[in-house]
């Protein structure tokens, strides 16, 4: 069975302070995907980043860092010198052979950053 | 470039009546799908297609009918609303199975 999941309901931070999404994810294939997604107060969903399997490099994006770790089945997601725009709903994601199209979704981390 | 466009924004329906909600993608993407979204829930496949005339079931396909005639559209019908079916409704898109999707802006839909 796929599954994603999430345990952190809701984050609470004051501006600048770093922060950490964790996401971990339970799957049998071996090739697999994993996204984060956020979802501002507006609705929409935005993509942030895609990883497969095969690669276990960290990436960095500007403010956002992802570390992922095979070996605890994890995909946590860090925001540094975090800021109000950063307050969102972020949504951690699978996509696996078994589950075929489909993306599977953990429930969402909701951060809310304070000024 | 419009992306994946869904209509309409807002919904309210009554119970046993039927609605179709619109998708349209410009972006040639062979992969479409639908999925809602419910407080603390996440969100959950509903149906999906891999191309034009191919369509197929998700987690949660009861109440709700798709066809995909064309590779642009994807509707996705209610053939008659339920208050359990009050939620957002996003359809995605997607190059090809593993190319992550991009998502429309959402159908808040409201069954009294």
Redesign the interface.
Known sequence: AQK?TQAQTEISVVEKEDVTLDCVYETRDTTY?L?W?KQPPS???V?LI?R?SFDEQNEISGRYSWNFQKSTSSFNFTITASQVVDSAVY?CAL?ANQA????I????TTLSVSS | NAGVTQTPKFQVLKTGQSMTLQCAQDMNHEYMSWYRQDPGMGLRLIHYSVGAGITDQGEVPNGYNVSRSTTEDFPLRLLSAAPSQTSVYFCASSWGQFYGYTFGSGTRLTVV
Do not use: D, S
Not at chain 1, 105 to 108: A, D, E, T
């Open positions: 994603v995907y996204f997604y609705g929409e969903l993509f895609r497969n949504f996509q075929g199209t489909a993306l979704f953990g429930k969402g």
